[in-house]
């Protein structure tokens, strides 16, 4: 089976540009979430897609925003870019089942440099 | 809300020595779950191992195991037999019913020849 992919794998923006990120999950998984990951903050959750809704959001600004398809594919934009965006922007997929033990396979990362 | 927190920010351990890294984490619920990953130079997040917190029986993978302490909120990894290919940043994570993972800063192991 082949793992989460996303695309593109390096991505240098200006400020004020807007950026869209793809993900697509293991076959038959449903959920998604985005995660971003900087020296600062560590790792911290952007949102989780399931079956076309998005069912958690962390503390992050309007300008962060996701969605996902009927395959489950999805997509991750940020707009109006700032410095402080640079990050590798991680995605998660799962069978995604509310209440369950479900583990969570991370792919490789999109590293999103602002200039 | 959930916290974790690792207090090592660096480890370091001799080739085929054990190493022990700690995590503690808060929360008031009372059924959630816990894991390790390890993130290589590679930055793929890997899959160490868990631990659902209604199991009193500590997991174990291979070379990998863990001490859960329920009360005192403790979750630590021990790694036996440590190989050069154990070198990476660990992190301990949380989760509750949903798929959100709380992570902790990390810990970065260096595993020395």
């Known amino acids: 089976k082949a793992g989460v992919t996303q695309t593109p794998r390096y991505l240098i923006k200006t400020r004020g540009q807007q950026v869209t990120l793809s993900c697509s999950p293991i076959?038959?998984?449903?959920?998604v979430s985005w995660y971003q990951q900087t020296p600062g903050q560590g790792l911290q959750f952007l949102f989780e897609?399931?079956?076309?809704?998005?069912?958690n959001k962390g503390n992050f600004p309007g300008r962060f925003s996701g969605r996902q398809f009927s395959n489950s594919r999805s997509e991750m934009n940020v707009s109006t870019l700032e410095l402080g965006d640079s990050a590798l922007y991680l995605c998660a997929s799962s069978l995604g089942g509310t209440g369950s033990s479900y583990e969570q396979y991370f792919g490789p990362g999109t590293r999103l440099t602002v200039t | 809300a959930q916290t974790v927190t690792q207090s090592q920010p660096e480890m370091s351990v001799q080739e085929a020595e054990t190493v022990t890294l700690s995590c503690t984490y808060d929360?008031?619920?009372?059924?959630?779950?816990l894991f390790w990953y390890k993130q290589p130079p590679s930055r793929q997040m890997i899959l160490v191992i868990r631990q659902e917190a209604y199991k009193q029986q500590n997991a174990t993978e291979n070379r990998f195991s863990v001490n859960f302490q329920k009360a005192a909120k403790s979750f630590s990894l021990k790694i036996s037999d440590s190989q050069l290919g154990d070198t990476a940043m660990y992190f301990c994570?949380?989760?509750?019913?949903?798929?959100?993972?709380?992570f902790g800063e990390g810990t970065q192991l260096t595993v020395n020849p």
């Open positions: 897609y399931f079956s076309e809704t998005q069912r």
């Open positions: 994570a949380f989760r509750t019913s949903g798929s959100r993972l709380t």
């Open positions: 929360t008031s619920e009372s059924n959630y779950y």
């Open positions: 076959s038959g998984h449903r959920s």
